[in-house]
C-alpha cells in the first residue's frame, strides 16, 4: 500500500478556521430510506408485539425462530459463559468490572434537604429508574467492555430492572459479551437488535419489558429507531465515530502516538484521529510512524481509510493555542501527552475524557481505567457528560410550607400571579394567608 500523506493543517493559514469546520463536519443524519423503514418497524412493534420482532430477527439476523422464547438467554446461561471463560479473559473481565464499579460509586447521587427558620422544608429526592434496556451490538462487532460501561452505573444507581439486547446474527454469539452480562448483574437478555429490539424495548410486547430509558450504541438504523423513540422513553445519545485527539509536546515517542492515533481509526472508517502540536519535526516523525507500523496492523485497510478521509496533523504556534484548538474541537477522547498535564488542564472546557500524561492511553478508558467510555461525539462535549449514574436516577423536588411559610410566601405569589392574570393561582396562595 502506498504511503499515507495525511491532511496537514496549520493554525497560520489565513483559512485555518474554514479548514477546522471542513475537517469536524459530520452529518449523522439519516437519509429519508432509512426513516421510512425504521418508521415502518417501530409502527408494526408496536402493533403486533412479538410477532412483529420475531419476523424481523429471522429476516435480518437470518434465523429461524418460531417464538420469543427461543431469542430470549436463560441467566444460567449467561453464569455458563462466565465460568467457561479461560481464565485470563476472566480475570481481565473481573478486574475491568470492579474499576468501573468503584468509580461509579463516587458518582452516586443522594438525596438532600434542610429546613428554613419558619419550618419550611424544602428538598431534593434522588430515585433510580425501574427498568432500563441496554443495547449491545452483537455478530463480529461485539464489545463486551459495552456491556460493562452501561450495565454497571445503572446497577450502582439501583435501577430495578436492567433488560440486554444484543443480535446474533447467524446464531453467532458472543461468550464475552454474555459473561459480562453475568458479571454487571443484567436481569434478562434478548438475542434481538436492530430498530425492532428498540422499538420492544420502547413499547413493551408480550414477551419484553417496557423499559424507562434506553442506552448503548448501535448502527445507523439503532440510532434513527432511538432518536424516533425519544419522548416515549429516555435515551442516552444519539453518538458520532468514535474520535481522538493527541495534544503533544514533542516530547512522547511518536510510535505510542501513531499507535494512538490507530486506536480510534480501527473502530471504522468515520473515526476521527487527530494530532496537535508546535513541534513540526515531531509532526513529521509521527507521520513517518504511522507509514512504518500501518503494514502491521490487522486492521491497516479501515485505519488507511479513516486516516485518509479524516484525520489532521496539525501544527499550532504553542500550548496556549493548543487548548484554543481543542476546545473548539471538544473532543470525545482528549490525551495530554505532555510532561506536565496538570498545567494545561485548567484550559480544557470541552472533552469527554481527558487522558493525562504520556503513559495514559485512550485504550486504557476503553476498557479498565474506571470512568465510562460512553462519551459525548461530535462537538457535543460542549453540553454533554460522559454516561453515568446520574443518567439512571431522576431527581423530584420536596417542597413542605409551615403555615408560616405558606403565609409569607403566599403574599409573593399572589403579586408574582396577579402580574401574570392568572387569579386561580393567586387565590390559592391567598387562602393560605394568616390574618393579622
Known sequence: MSELNLRRLDSQQADFAEQMD??????????????????????????EGDAAVV????????LQATGMAELEMSQARLQQALENLPAEQRQALETAAERVRGYHERQKGESWRYTEADGTMLGQK????????????GGKASYPSSVLMNAMPAKVAGVGEIIMVVPTPDGEVNELVLAAAALAGVDRVFCIGGAQAVAALAYGTETVPKVDKIVGPGNIFVATAKRAVFGAVGIDMIAGPSEILVVCDGKTDPDWIAMD?????EHDEDA?????????????????SINTLLPTMEREGIISVSLRDRAALVKVQNMDE??????????????????????????VRHAGAIFMGRYTAEALGDYCAGPNHVLPTSGTARFSSPLGVYDFQK?????????????????????????????AHARSAEYRIKED
Do not use: C
Open 22 to 47: 471542513k475537517l469536524l463536519a459530520w452529518e449523522a443524519v439519516s437519509d429519508s430510506k432509512v426513516n421510512q423503514i425504521v418508521d415502518e418497524i417501530l409502527a408494526r412493534v408496536k402493533a
Open 55 to 62: 419476523e424481523y430477527t429471522n429476516r435480518f439476523d437470518r
Open 126 to 137: 434522588v430515585t433510580p429508574m425501574d427498568r432500563v434496556g441496554l443495547y449491545v451490538p
Open 261 to 265: 492515533l490507530f486506536s480510534q481509526a
Open 272 to 288: 476521527q484521529s487527530i494530532l496537535v502540536s508546535p513541534d513540526a519535526d515531531f509532526i513529521d516523525a509521527v507521520e513517518a
Open 322 to 347: 493548543a487548548m484554543v484548538v481543542t476546545n473548539r474541537i471538544a473532543p470525545e477522547h482528549l490525551e495530554l501527552s505532555v510532561e506536565d498535564p496538570e498545567v494545561l488542564l485548567p484550559q
Open 395 to 423: 431527581r423530584s423536588s420536596l417542597i413542605m410550607f409551615s403555615a408560616d411559610g405558606a403565609s409569607e410566601m403566599g403574599k409573593v405569589a399572589s403579586v408574582l400571579a396577579r402580574g401574570e392574570s392568572l387569579t
